[in-house]
């Protein structure tokens, strides 16, 4: 862990882990010299396969950096491309030099922005700082995959980590999930931000937000930081509530930014300020996930619920989401991909409740021809709030592929 | 400076050794082209006269068993790999040899286990010249580093029984480890404190070897029942304190992997029996003890459920999961060449249903046919595999000996051939241009299934065809190779081959299909 040293005037920098349980990680030991040009030493479980090729990249990347003159020794287990620089970049910065500047590694072509209303069911989150789980996240189809620089990763190492995540956004095809990054706690946030934002994530998750100015200071640096990189997307924000005081503000912060596209809670945060037991029925915590609903659904964003954390539980996960759903929350957290269909099962609708939303608004349909603003479904009547309910129902039955008919919201209501 | 070992090209193109310990080759020509002549080998007559009369063999210790066969320098000894890792027997008979004085043995086990390493020793001081066995870990490195005297030869266990009947290996002694024995010589792996499910391997030693002896830990009155290794083959009967280490010799239950990716894999090969149509009533598979193989078969349990489809018979080696499936009436038959697990070992020996099978029945390719090629469906895992759908399972992509070949060979054999890997490990693609060691040819390897795709050999039309309209991505494997070089940062370099033969592998017939090089 340890991150710099000094040694006479000049300071040692290293980054990265190694060791028989490491995988795709790279640890980088740098002692910036005088003279001499570049030296590295490099011990690799992939030194006969890409040997040569971790020389050169080392070799860009210093020169990117510009240091011109050090002794390097790599100890790699067989971390890809876009790690090795982000190891190189942390062990550099952290001898001291470099600072301003950047090895990016290339750009893969940047998705399409994802919409306000996205999907979320299914949000993953990967510890920052362990690339290992970077590559293969995107096949298992997360709605959104998480690159947290807050709570999974050490304090000594937010600044690695965020290099890392940072070029995982460039060199990592995360489709189709949506790209999202969780910061730290303001202001350790903010530089999160500087690195972050140039790089277009498509949600940017806010932690510990107790009141609105949280959410506008964030913004308002994201503003600035696309301004000056030039970058025009829009970056969507998802507040985490953490406290009780952030539960009683759930309104005021789900409304504090155009940006925000959902609110979010963490219960393992919130049950701890509240001093109460997190149970698996959730007792402690209603009010406040109600809360959290009614705040987003006021505001108009989706309510993401926090993680389910016993990846073993796959049956007691089922009936939390099913819950969830019943409450009106439109997704939640996940840790492990084996939770991901389970999730994806339970927030979607039925068939049952497909076909009850179809009837409705075709018999709505057929009665506004007709000129009757009110007609039946068997017993019960059906009026506008209920064919809205029906409507929305079936656009996200159609946005998880289970609807093929497109019935156009515009000509009903 | 060793001598100038000759090098003949075989059919699949690579180089191969013509002699080998003294023996010269035949290089592999190719699927099913080598005819075999002649009769097969035997035992030498021997006569209840020298036995006696009273059926009991029991002699002290395993010494005097040797001495008493005759051990010689130069001998053949061969051991069995159904202990695995706890198996105590093997080492114990070669230092027994070793103080007998003998040199220059040939070691013919079944397969060996990193756990045996105390073997090197007895390499070093010339008590064994060569190992014909799988050799992984430190005597993986021993031989790839050119430290054996002889050549290593790697054989299927389907080829250790031919190249046993053929008269290719002539065993002076078999030493059989026995969990539960007679003083006769009858013996069973299915009961004892060190039961460990079936006695297979040991069972063409017995029948072809010119001396036999079972070692056993559980010696009981005659008869023990039932007799995996016939008393009538047994010169002597040894007891002792302990054959091996439980706690070693099977898992106390396989585990299913927690790899996203490795039960995306598993989960990809059972849709694909599914949507090919190979999972219908009445069919057949066999899935090994990889975390990769038992996943798949938890995915398969629900798909036949679901399906109402029930198999005729599934290959083990056994494992819990198996046994789930005969014990939920989804499979008539477990045919068991192992057992990998305690709910393996249990099952054998309480289901009838639960069948013991031999390398000669499953495997061996110089018979009237064999179980593997009756199999509808069997997954297998590789090293490496090229564009043309070659396998390596023996070697690291460096050339070090990594694994034996087992059954995997053998399995080639079946209606569909399913390699179940992930596309790259530690940056290492898995899909290259040339496999390093040649151990499967890729004319029987049907299906390549990754986590990011599956990849049909196009001389499989049929299944192509089968899965047309199917959810599964389905891609060329230039396709699924191009993507991992993107990832891993471009081709891979191709490690420096080495000149001198270390070990040769055997293909089925006994033709030699590859060599593997020393390595610095």
Known sequence: ?413 | MAPKIELQLNAAGRMVPAMVNGRPQIPYLGVGKYQPRGRKAAAPIRTAANYPADGNKVVQDLETALRQCGLRDGMVISNHHHLRHGDRIALMALRAAAKLGAKDLTWFPSASFPSQQGAIELLDSGVINHIEGSMEGPLGDYCTQGRMRGMGVLRSHGGRWQAIQDGEVHIDVAVIAAPTADVFGNADGSQGKSACGALGFALADSLYADHVLVVTDNLVPFPCVPWQIQGNNVDYVVEVDSIGDPARMVCRTAQITRSPARLRIAEFVARFLRDAGIMRNGFSFQAGAGGVALAFVVYLKQMMREAGVKARFVRGGSTKYLVELLEEGLTDYILDGESFDVDGVRSLANNRQHVVTSPFVSYNYHGKGNFASMLDAVVLGATEVDVNFNANVVTHSDGRLLHGIGDWQNCLAAGCTILAVPSFRDRIPVIVDQVTTLTGPGELIDVVVTERGIAINPLREDLIEQVRGSTLPIRSIQDIKAEIEGICGGRPQRPKAGERPVAIIKWVDGTVLDTVWQIS
């Open chain 1, 1 to 413: 862990m340890s991150s710099s040293a000094e040694t006479g005037t000049k300071r040692v920098g290293e980054a990265g882990r190694w060791g028989d349980d490491v995988r795709s990680d790279v640890h980088v030991w740098i002692e910036p010299r005088e003279r001499g040009g570049i030296d590295i030493v490099l011990e690799s479980r992939v030194k006969a396969y890409y040997g040569d090729t971790i020389r050169r990249q080392a070799e860009n990347v210093l020169e990117q950096l510009g240091v011109h003159h050090a002794q390097v020794l790599m100890h790699d287990e067989g971390a890809l491309p876009f790690v090795i620089s982000a190891r190189i970049e942390a062990a550099v910065k952290r001898a001291g030099l470099a600072q301003g500047k950047r090895a990016l590694p290339d750009q893969l072509p940047l998705p399409e922005p994802t919409p306000r209303d996205r999907l979320r069911r299914s949000c993953l989150y990967l510890p920052g700082n362990q690339p290992k789980y970077f590559i293969n996240a995107a096949l298992d189809a997360p709605d959104g995959i998480i690159l947290d620089l807050d709570d999974s990763v050490h304090s000594a190492e937010k600044d690695a980590a965020r290099l890392l995540v940072r070029n995982s956004l460039r060199a990592v095809s995360f489709l189709p999930c949506e790209r999202m990054v969780r910061i730290n706690q303001l202001p350790l946030g903010l530089e999160d931000l500087e690195e972050i934002v140039p790089e277009c994530p498509d949600l940017i998750l806010i932690p510990r937000v107790k009141a609105p100015n949280q959410v506008l200071e964030a913004s308002q640096r994201i503003e600035e930081i696309k301004a000056r990189h030039g970058v025009s997307r829009t970056i969507w924000l998802m507040p985490i509530l953490e406290s009780a005081l952030g539960i009683e503000n759930a309104f005021k912060i789900a409304s504090a930014s155009a940006q925000i596209a959902g609110l979010t809670i963490s219960l393992e945060d919130y049950t701890a300020d509240l001093g109460v037991a997190k149970t698996a029925v959730g007792n402690e915590s209603l009010f406040a996930r109600q809360r959290i609903v009614n705040s987003a659904r006021a505001a108009g964003v989706a309510a993401i619920d926090s993680v389910f954390g016993d990846v073993d539980d796959l049956e007691g996960l089922r009936v939390w989401a099913l819950n969830l759903r019943a409450l009106g929350f439109e997704g939640m957290g996940c840790v492990h991909a084996l939770q991901i269909p389970v999730i994806h099962q339970a927030f979607q609708p039925t068939q049952e409740e497909i076909n009850q939303a179809l009837r409705i608004v075709t018999g709505f349909q057929e009665a506004q021809q007709k000129g009757l603003g009110v007609t039946t479904l068997g017993s019960k009547m059906i009026d506008p709030s209920i064919v809205r309910r029906a409507l929305k129902l079936i656009e996200r039955a159609q946005a998880m592929g289970l609807v093929s008919t497109s019935v156009p919201r515009s000509s009903l209501l």
